[in-house]
């Protein structure tokens, strides 16, 4: 199936755009890449793309959460984007930071945001053109808009009311049945346990992609996400992993290319949950029960 | 510390926080290319897993002096970095001289503020594992 057959028939064709599409289009679009890598973009990036740094730049830079209002209309000013710009977003690892940024400016609001499907390695290894050259960012407005924490984002004690319905974990398998807390040599990652949250149904987020990064047809999609967990698209649904980012990927794949209307992203994730007092923890390969 | 480990720091911390991205990025561009008899006996490598990305390293040497290889990918300059800031502080000093270098080295860059947390762990792993096997050289008394 070509891509463009596949992305007409995602719920939202509209979020996605093809390498193609955003060769001819770079003009009228604000492209921004984030990346995990912190220097990838200064290698060399798609012509005419501003660089967003999730770690310093999403993230209140104090206590553990996004930045304000106030903070956001700032970056965007900073960036260059109007609120009415389209935004298309790209980046390493399969889109993780991208799809992680477009949450993000979602918790804002921000109405016209794209995702390049198959991301940063798609573009370059099709040859196409890329630029070690920032882009100079016009004067613009941007308002200062509120952050809607109710409608895509979940916090512990939401997710603990959650249990019961539609949960997933996006994390590797070793991550979910918590043999893999922290490697030989290696400094714990943050959590004091491992496992997962009782009933999660292990979706690891690569599930959703081929071989390019570019995502997999909604049919083959329904099956994985549907079919093989029996959970109700009309139903609502919460994705968790580590830190927020990989879920960002599989929460965009839910919401947009598959249509579930209430599809939450917990952001607090393993790195919160392994680490709290007195919440229920499931260990080993089944997704197991929670009785109240 | 020793001294070429002295002066990386001082490289760093020299420079304002936004600078030192650019320092590490001169950093990753200067990582040498891995001798090509890697290449023929990848056996000679040892993965680190801690990295995300995938890097390899390879110790050799004896008491007197010890050296280093790194392979990590070009779309991977973090990483590459932090393997070119190794290479910079470590490569053919004592194995008593990479013993003393502190595990806290890579703080000491002044970079966590602006690399998640995680990617400068993948740097102690790095550091651990050249530690480790400069250790199996001092136990063979090479």
Redesign the interface.
């Given at each position: 199936m070509s891509e463009t057959s596949r992305i007409s028939g995602y719920a939202h064709p509209d979020v996605l755009v093809t390498t193609e599409w955003l060769a001819q289009n770079s003009a009228s679009v604000k492209i921004v890449e984030c990346d995990?890598?912190?220097?990838?973009y200064?290698?060399g990036h798609i012509p005419g793309a501003v660089k967003l740094d999730w770690?310093?730049e999403l993230n209140d830079?104090d206590k553990r959460d996004y930045l304000t209002g106030a903070q956001f209309a700032e970056l965007m000013k900073l960036k260059g984007i109007d609120r009415k710009d389209t935004i298309v977003l790209y980046g390493?690892r399969s889109n993780w930071w991208a799809t992680y940024a477009f949450w993000v400016m979602k918790l804002f609001g921000h109405e016209d945001v794209r995702i390049l499907n198959g991301g940063r390695?798609k573009w370059i290894a099709e040859g196409r053109e890329i630029t070690k050259e920032a882009p100079e960012t016009g004067a613009v407005e941007y308002p200062v808009v509120e952050r809607d924490d109710k409608t895509i984002r979940a916090f512990r004690h939401e997710v603990l009311e959650h249990i019961g319905k539609p949960l997933i974990d996006v994390r590797s398998r070793p991550e979910y049945t918590g043999e893999r807390l922290h490697?030989?040599?290696?400094?714990n990652?943050?959590a004091s346990r491992g496992g997962h949250i009782p009933t999660a149904a292990s979706i690891p987020w690569s599930s959703a992609i081929l071989e390019d990064e570019t995502f997999k047809d909604v049919e083959a999609l329904r099956a994985i996400y549907f079919d093989a967990t029996g959970f109700d698209p009309s139903d609502d649904f919460v994705a968790y992993c580590r830190i927020g980012e990989r879920s960002s990927h599989s929460w965009f794949v839910l919401k947009y290319l598959l249509g579930v209307k209430n599809v939450r992203n917990y952001d607090g994730s393993w790195t919160e949950w392994g680490n709290l007092v007195g919440v229920p923890i499931a260990v080993g390969e089944e997704p197991g029960v929670f009785a109240r | 510390m020793n001294s070429n480990a002295q002066a990386v720091v001082d490289d760093f911390t020299f420079l304002e926080e936004r600078d030192r991205?650019?320092l590490?990025?001169e950093f990753?561009e200067q990582l040498p290319a891995l001798d090509a008899r890697f290449g023929e006996n990848p056996e000679l490598l040892e993965r680190v897993?801690?990295c995300?990305?995938p890097v390899f390293i390879a110790v050799e040497g004896n008491l007197e002096r010890v050296s280093l290889h790194f392979s990590a990918p070009?779309?991977?300059?973090?990483?590459r970095?932090f393997a070119s800031v190794l290479n910079s502080a470590l490569n053919g000093q004592s194995a008593q001289e990479i013993l003393d270098l502190p595990d806290d080295f890579p703080s000491m860059l002044g970079l966590d503020?602006?690399?998640?947390?995680?990617?400068v762990?993948g740097m102690?792993?790095m550091l651990?594992?050249i530690k480790?096997k400069t250790r199996e050289i001092v136990a063979a008394g090479i």
């Open positions: 995990e890598d912190v220097l990838l200064e290698v770690h310093t830079q390493d390695s490697m030989p040599d290696y400094p990652e943050g | 991205l650019q590490l990025l990753s897993e801690e995300q990305s070009q779309e991977a300059p973090t990483t970095g503020r602006l690399i998640s947390p995680l990617r762990r102690r792993g651990s594992r480790r």
